[in-house]
């Protein structure tokens, strides 16, 4: 089977049970794979007897994934794209997917209120999620990120050019007001100027002077125009200085 330039699934069994591990099972927990490919992670995962919602995009695998679901009645499987799916009902995620979706991913699992992720990431991604970028100002926002281990080439099929981690990234709450608040706008839908009123207004001490605060604020109107979702790093990190200047 000829596997795509941007896959890589983990073959080491050491590895796999670790970043399985990772993913802190508990009663109740419903985990969430996403790119399963032939099986690999998901072979091990559902031998603790939790529920697994995996989707695979790649219908090639579709021979080994259903085959494995005969043997697990715990495991369903979804044949298609996961960030276009509604992940209601899990609470935790593993993922050995193509590198480039992962950004796309983490996004989609602050909305979805994901605790706890185990994932196989490229070096320059654990680069990011620790920076100054967008990506790295909400990963930061929403999750601990713990580096678990690196993980050799020759434990991934094909072998990847880059470095690879095991990482964990755990919800967390927010440590102060101006985190509270500014959590709440990012995960907000429709323009920025709504999504920042809205949240003011639910804090009771300023919730009648949500508009007025925003005008002091003074952001650009094309910036408050703009779908929250689109907003930049540059805009995070103002308005984070703004809201400090409530205290």
């Known amino acids: 089977m000829e596997i ?60 080994f994934l259903e085959e494995l679901k005969k043997e697990h009645p715990n495991l369903s499987i979804v044949f298609g794209n996961a960030l276009e799916h509604s992940w209601k009902g899990c609470n935790k995620l593993i993922g ?4 480039s979706a992962t950004e796309a991913l983490i996004q989609k699992s602050i909305r979805e209120r994901i605790s706890l992720l185990s994932l196989l990431v490229s070096d320059g991604l654990k680069k990011t999620l620790s920076g100054e970028n967008k990506l ?40 102060n007001k101006v985190e509270e608040i500014l959590r709440n706008v990012l995960t907000k839908n429709g323009n920025t100027r709504n999504a920042i009123i809205y949240s003011l207004m639910k804090d009771k001490k300023i919730k009648n002077k949500a508009r007025e605060i925003l005008e ?15 907003a930049t790093p540059e805009f995070i990190i103002r308005l984070r200085i703004e809201l400090l200047k409530l205290k």
Request: net charge positive.
């Open 4 to 63: 795509e330039k941007d896959q890589h699934f983990l073959i080491n069994m050491k590895a796999i049970k670790r970043m399985i591990s990772e993913l802190e099972v508990k009663e109740g927990d419903k985990i969430l794979e996403i790119g399963p490919g032939t099986g690999n992670i998901t072979h091990e995962l559902v031998k603790l007897g939790f529920p697994v919602l995996a989707f695979e995009l790649d219908l090639r695998f579709k021979p």
């Open 96 to 99: 050995n997917i193509p590198f």
């Open 136 to 175: 790295g100002l909400l990963s930061n926002l929403f999750f601990s990120m713990k580096t678990v281990q690196e993980v050799e080439p020759e434990s991934l099929s094909p072998e990847p050019k880059t470095g690879c981690w095991l990482i964990q990234l755990k919800r967390k709450e927010p440590k």
């Open 216 to 230: 002091k604020m003074n952001f650009h109107k094309e910036t408050l125009d703009k779908p929250i979702k689109k």
